[in-house]
Nanobody
Framework: QVQLVESGGGLVQAGGSLRLSCAASGIIFRQNAMYWYRQAPGKQREWVATISSGGSVYYLDAVKGRFKISKDITKNTVYLQMNSLKPEDTANYYC?????WGQGTQVTVSS
């Protein structure tokens, strides 16, 4: 059974930084692409970033140059480093793998 647990969200001022973590269990971590999504109030969930099993990374245009996805295979954990945060980044952030979702972690950016 795959389980994902996100952490690291919080309240930050515009221009600040946060690092989200997603600890995975029940999967062969190195064989799976990992994803970050976000959902703002009243909006649909949107894809934010992907890290492939081989380490290739992909980003939503709106976060390119500000967010960085990475993973630590020894810890079965994927990270999302978020810099230069903007109020429009406010959302609940979720990690996902193989159709499984975590519970999400809230990020709120004040102006």
């Amino acid at each position: 059974q795959v389980q994902l647990v996100e952490s690291g969200g919080g309240l930050v001022q515009a221009g600040g930084s946060l690092r989200l973590s997603c600890a995975a269990s029940g999967i062969i971590f190195r064989q799976n692409a990992m994803y970050w999504y976000r959902q703002a109030p009243g909006k649909q969930r949107e894809w934010v970033a992907t890290i492939s099993s081989g380490g290739s990374v992909y980003y939503l245009d709106a976060v390119k140059g500000r967010f960085k996805i990475s993973k630590d295979i020894t810890k079965n954990t994927v990270y999302l480093q978020m810099n230069s945060l903007k109020p429009e980044d406010t959302a609940n952030y979720y990690c996902s793998v193989s159709g499984t979702w975590g519970q999400g972690t809230q990020v709120t950016v004040s102006s």
